[in-house]
């Protein structure tokens, strides 16, 4: 398992501009999901944060509490991001409420990124997070 996380987050260093390496990587808080049916979901508690091929996700709680946070690995590659969560973190109430990706990876095409905007497209949903 660790020479897996050590080959994306070698991944992670290649195919991607400097530019938008440099875009991705800060805290986002999600405002809102389009899903593929066109419902609107207005959100403001769920978190990504991007830094050197590491990424983490908190999904704060209804009470207003942070369940334990998703840990896993990305590459950027071109207009492709690439998200795999450590296995161990790919299960348990915050992950199947806020991810529940399918064996824990997730592929989006960003669609735009700036200093204050990201949003990321799947076939299942439109992703818009702002700055956090």
């Not at 207005?42 to 091929?53: I, L, T």
């Not at 590491?54 to 991001?81: A, E, K, R």
Request: hydrophobic residues 35%.
């Amino acid at each position: 398992m660790e020479g897996m996380v050590s080959f994306f987050l070698l991944l992670a260093c290649f195919g991607c501009n400097d530019d938008d390496a440099a875009k991705l990587t800060q805290k986002w808080q999600m405002q809102q999901v389009v899903n593929a049916d066109g419902s609107v979901q207005q959100m403001d508690s769920v978190f990504y944060n991007f830094m050197k091929g590491t990424f983490t996700s908190n999904c704060l709680m209804s009470d207003g509490t942070s369940d334990n946070s998703i840990v896993g690995t990305y590459q950027l590659v071109g207009d492709s991001i690439f998200i795999t969560i450590i296995p161990e973190r790919a299960q348990g109430i915050t992950y199947s409420r806020c991810f529940a990706w399918k064996d824990g990876v997730c592929h989006y095409y960003v669609s735009r990124l700036t200093n204050n905007k990201l949003v990321l497209v799947s076939k299942e949903k439109t992703c818009e997070f702002r700055k956090y």
